[in-house]
């Protein structure tokens, strides 16, 4: 039995590595998004600035991994068995619960998941106990866990949701008045003044955050009192107007940021650079911010350097380098907990089942070498995880500028919040006067940029004085959290503070702001739901673990290992489709010939993925076949989101024609009109034979199918042959297709006429009869839109030639 928890060990080194990689997919989206959305710099040096920043983050960490060890639960109150089952549940729920969130593209916070993840684990092994010790009852419970700490963490993730939405968009409304979108005209101390206060503030985060928990935190700067052990009290309560009654009281007071030694008769109060950063703020931040004031008025006057792309490059290193530092022990954390504990317990040789975790109370330090095997784990994460880019646009495109494909359907709340915030902005139009509207709203102008007609260029998510103010309150807000040792979630606050950013610059306009308010709402909701699964996931597979540790152990890994690979391979292929070749492809020709060209490639996917639906779906009704029937639902549902795509682009088309080519655009319209209809029926026709194989109604007679699949193979012919057609550019072929048209009519009209005669005389099912004619004029529908389309396309080729 011993040597299963030596396994557990390995097995926990290797999630270990895999915790790292789903943990960086989801984060990187805290030190990105900035840079990437702005374009303030190039993809590739963005990568190389927050690479250093994580490296150096993991390789001055200092390791003492303290949330994994007393943090949510007492250690000393469980044996080593327990607690391997522990962190075993707490490793395996965690990968799996972060890879979800990286595979729907969604942020999530990895200090809420390891947080709720061990509490769960811990109140469900706590529990197991009890109920096995008759001395026992449930209000035994709160010796197991540390409530005061879990509440603590609670409380301060809420908190920092509002305060971090607030201020982000407050500063960025202020800074938008001072700023303008034509911030690269403004005075040159104008510029110099914001770089100051966004350097400060971001270099502050760096030391307060970045080297909060390493060596260098505790390091001395200046010796406060050296003298008798008698009169260290009295020296301390008037230097600290307090009123300690022992040292040990004042020790525990000043822990980190005063080192307090005692020696005999004699006693001294160091001040650590961790106690000078939280004592003297006011006099580090002022000087800080004239010494960058001046730097940046020099480096914009004599040097014609860009002082915000300075500040998000600098920012983007910050929060990567506080990331790597601190985060780390969401990843790594239990491993080395647990493999500490292992070296402890194999030691002691004690039975595991009688070894208390005593040893968890006491702060160990995690050896450099396994830092640095971290770090490099997470730069190559960072480098090569198409996951952490799905993470990242979420968040840019919900706060982008410009219009972009919204991903976020909206909701009743979103609607509800949308049109009181319109009524409240009205109310505040209303009171002030016309005169401070008009300087307000000129100070919101954005620049016109003309894009040239290849459309290569482009346009960023948002500028990158919005950017800068993202980085700047994210780390104000994180530096402040930490001086007064609040916990939060620094996902949390970067994703909030870029919201309140988006909505104080105006990027969620009238027909944007519902469905980013919704996209927000449903990011905040997945918040919620991270910490109920981590609680309850991690708390069922203590469960399971519990009932037989080798057997559940090995059966959980299996599973977790099935998840994760059938994950990546739904996610390659999700991104194989994204890239397929017959995907819609938007139109950029700016005349008649351009756009019949174009639209042909369109033309062409279309038909060839409609054969397929229609003869999918035929098969599947003829054979019952649920499957294959589901998956020409999901066919279909994609090809016309695709369609509904190209039509949200119709505006842009058309301001992008020239004047002498205007006319394309009626065109290119009823193009994408009939193609719609196409979809429309194939949609219908998808749809009720799925319905009606899945309520489990009589099957089709015999003689209904056959003249399905009559039609369809009509159908099948006449679709292959406008592919060959749209494919070689032979247009002139489109009129003999056309001829085909009332035959196939005929043929449908002919077969709607034998079930009238069927119903009447040997139909006895109902809902047979509904679907048979749905499918026969839904199918009618869809001839009609494809000869229309083929005859708007043949009118148009000729008047080209």
């Not at 080593?80 to 962190?87: G, H, P």
């Not at 595991?352 to 396994?370: C, N, R, S, Y």
């Not at 099912?765 to 199918?779: A, R």
Request: hydrophobic letters at 50%; a neutral charge.
């Amino acid at each position: 039995m011993d040597n299963i928890y030596l396994l557990m060990i390995v097995a926990l080194a290797v999630l270990a590595i895999a915790d790292l990689v789903v943990g960086v997919s989801n984060d990187a989206v805290n030190f990105l998004n900035s840079a990437i959305g702005s374009k303030a710099i190039s993809f590739r040096t963005i990568m190389i600035v927050a690479s250093i920043g994580i490296a150096v983050g993991a390789i001055f960490s200092s390791g003492l991994m303290e949330v994994a060890r007393k943090g949510i639960f007492n250690p000393g109150e469980f044996y080593f068995d327990e607690i391997m089952i522990i962190f075993m549940a707490v490793m395996i729920t965690d990968i799996l619960l972060l890879d979800f969130f990286n595979t729907v593209g969604m942020p999530t916070s990895t200090t809420v998941s390891i947080v709720f993840e061990l509490l769960g684990a811990a109140v469900c092994v706590a529990l197991l106990k009890i109920g096995t010790d008759p001395t026992e009852d449930f209000s035994s419970l709160i010796k197991y866990i540390n409530t005061e700490k879990a509440i603590q963490i609670i409380s301060g993730i809420l908190l920092s949701v509002g305060v971090a939405f607030s201020v982000g968009a407050i500063v960025q409304y202020i800074s938008r008045l001072l700023l303008s979108f034509n911030f690269e005209k403004k005075a040159k101390w104008v510029g110099a003044v914001f770089g100051g206060l966004a350097l400060t503030a971001i270099v502050y985060f760096i030391f307060m955050k970045g080297i909060k928990g390493t060596n260098y935190a505790k390091s001395i700067v200046d010796t406060l009192y050296s003298g008798s052990a008698e009169g260290l009290l009295d020296w301390a309560n008037t230097y600290f107007n307090a009123a300690y009654e022992s040292v040990k009281e004042l020790a525990a007071a000043k822990k980190d940021l005063f080192k307090i030694t005692e020696d005999g008769a004699t006693a001294q109060v160091h001040l650590t650079l961790r106690g000078l950063l939280e004592t003297y703020v006011l006099p580090i931040v002022a000087v800080s911010f004239v010494f960058w004031s001046l730097l940046s008025y020099v480096l914009i006057k004599f040097f014609k350097t860009n002082i915000y792309k300075i500040i998000i490059i600098v920012g983007t290193f910050a929060l990567a380098l506080a990331f790597a530092g601190n985060d780390l022990v969401n990843f790594i954390g239990v491993p080395i907990a647990a493999w500490q504990s292992f070296e402890a317990w194999s030691a002691s040789g004690v039975p595991a089942t009688e070894f208390a975790m005593d040893v968890l109370g006491k702060k160990v330090e995690t050896p450099t070498a396994l830092l640095l095997v971290a770090g490099l784990v997470m730069v190559l994460t960072l480098w090569f995880s198409s996951k952490a880019k799905n993470v990242v646009k979420t968040e840019i495109d919900l706060s982008n500028q410009d219009s972009t494909k919204e991903r976020f359907k909206p909701n009743f709340i979103s609607r509800g919040l949308v049109r009181g915030v319109i009524l409240m902005s009205k109310g505040i139009s209303f009171i002030l006067p016309k005169s401070a509207q008009a300087r307000i709203e000129k100070q919101f102008e954005k620049p016109v940029i003309n894009l040239p007609k290849d459309k290569k260029y482009e346009l960023p998510a948002f500028d990158m004085v919005r950017a800068a103010v993202n980085l700047m309150v994210a780390g104000v807000l994180i530096s402040i959290a930490t001086s007064y040792k609040l916990p939060l979630s620094t996902t949390y606050v970067t994703f909030m503070v870029a919201m309140g950013t988006s909505l104080a610059d105006r990027a969620w306009g009238s027909e944007s702001a519902v469905y980013r308010v919704a996209g927000v709402l449903n990011v905040i909701g997945g918040w919620f739901l991270t910490a109920l699964i981590a609680f309850v996931g991690a708390a069922t597979v203590a469960a399971l673990i519990h009932i037989k540790t080798d057997l559940m152990t090995g059966i959980l890994l299996l599973l977790a290992v099935l998840l994760l690979v059938r994950n990546y391979i739904n996610h390659n292929k999700k991104q194989k489709q994204i890239k397929a070749e017959d995907s819609l492809r938007q139109t950029e020709s700016d005349n008649i010939q351009g756009v019949i060209e174009e639209s042909a490639d369109n033309i062409s996917s279309v038909v060839n993925r409609s054969n397929k639906i229609y003869s999918n779906t035929i098969n599947g009704l003829a054979k019952q076949d649920l499957v294959r029937l589901k998956k020409s639902r999901k066919g279909i549902i994609k090809l016309n989101e695709e369609i509904d795509e190209l039509r949200d682009n119709i505006f842009y088309f058309i301001k992008n024609l020239d004047e002498t080519s205007v006319g394309v655009s009626k065109f290119y319209i009823l193009i994408l009109g009939y193609l719609q209809d196409m979809t429309q029926s194939l949609e219908y026709i998808a749809k009720v034979s799925h319905k009606h194989v899945n309520n489990n109604h009589k099957a089709l007679r015999f003689n209904q199918i056959k003249e399905l699949k009559e039609i369809e193979n009509q159908l099948s012919t006449l679709f292959n042959k406008i592919k060959t057609s749209f494919d070689s550019r032979n247009f002139d072929e489109i009129s003999n297709l056309l001829e085909e048209k009332q035959d196939l009519l005929a043929q449908v009209e002919q077969k709607i006429g034998k079930q009238i005669e069927r119903t009447r005389t040997v139909e006895s099912s109902p809902k047979n009869t509904t679907l048979y004619f749905s499918l026969l004029l839904e199918s009618k529908d869809l001839i009609e839109a494809t000869m229309k389309l083929l005859e708007e396309y043949d009118l148009e080729s000729k008047k080209e030639n």
